[in-house]
């Protein structure tokens, strides 16, 4: 009877430190995850903050200025990225060259 009581504690005490890698590689890449999600949310941050946008062929648009807003219709001065009347963000605006749709980097 005295023997089983001693076990238990040795038992898991031996399961510890079976699962102690397995749980340390879980951290590693919880970690890593982590990681690759806070530098891509610094490059879009970067991204949006910029005062002009390049279309798929090149040309440089501006950010900021008058835009109409693809979801309620209205004419607005601000930023290319939220209509600041519906508070929608913008799916994607043509390009003032060329017409080609530039879509945001939050999307």
Known sequence: MNTKKKSKPLFRLALYILTAPFWAVIGIIWLL??????????GTAIAVMRPEVLCPVGHANPTEGVFECGHCGGRYRGSVWLCPLCKSPAKHFPCNQCGLSIRPPVL
């Open 33 to 42: 995850v982590r990681l690759v999600r806070f530098f891509d949310g610094v």
